[in-house]
Each structure stands twice: as structure tokens, then as C-alpha cells.
Nanobody
């Protein structure tokens, strides 16, 4: 059974940092493309950072240079290091996975976690 479990969301002041984790089970990173998405209150879900099955990495313009995605393959965990957080980063953050090599998107992701809430105060 495939599962993705996010953790690390919290309340943080603007300019601060947070580290989100997504523990995955039921598959390995070799076989899936995986990434982070977020949904702010009243807004549509959007992509934050994704890695394809062949290792290409995407960052949304809004987070490029501030967020870094990495993986701990030994622990089957996807990590999102978020620095210089701003109130606009407030959202529920989800990890999602798609079998194969293509980037996961909101429409084609096969599996989703339950989300973790990040709140950035001004």
C-alpha cells in the first residue's frame, strides 16, 4: 500500500525557516516522480517543487532560491527546506507521487498525502 505522510508544518514568523518531511512507503524514489504542492486559503492548489523520475527538478518562481527539495533515500523521505518564509507562503503543503518518469501534477499525481499546515505570520 502506498502512503505519503507529511510532517513539520508549524507557525513561524516572516523571515523564518521550516523543514517539511514526507515519509513514503509502498514505493521507492527510483520508480516514482514526487513533489510538493500547496494550497493557500481560498486559492487553488499549486506546484511548489517536483523531481521527475530522471532527476530533473522544478521549482515554482515564487519559491526559487528560498526552498530546497531533497531526499533521504535511506529513510524513503522527501524533504522541503523552506527559508525566508513570507506570509504568502501560508498554506497546507502536500506531497504527491506519480509512477513513472514524468513530473507529478495536480491532475496526474497518483498518490497524495494528507497535508501539513504552514502558517507564516507577519
Amino acid at each position: 500500500e502506498v502512503q505519503l505522510v507529511e510532517s513539520g508544518g508549524d507557525l513561524v514568523q516572516a523571515g523564518g525557516s521550516l523543514r517539511l518531511s514526507c515519509a513514503v512507503s509502498g514505493f521507492t524514489f527510483d520508480d516514482y516522480a514526487i513533489g510538493w504542492f500547496r494550497q493557500a486559503p481560498g486559492k487553488e492548489r499549486e506546484g511548489v517543487s517536483c523531481v521527475s523520475g530522471i532527476g530533473d527538478t522544478y521549482y515554482a518562481d515564487s519559491v526559487s532560491g528560498r526552498f530546497t527539495m531533497s531526499s533521504d533515500n535511506a529513510k524513503n523521505t522527501l524533504i522541503l527546506q523552506m527559508n525566508s518564509l513570507q506570509p504568502d507562503d501560508t498554506a497546507v503543503y502536500y506531497c504527491a507521487a506519480r509512477a513513472g518518469s514524468l513530473y507529478p501534477t495536480i491532475r496526474n499525481a497518483h498518490y497524495w498525502g494528507q497535508g501539513t499546515l504552514v502558517t507564516v505570520s507577519s
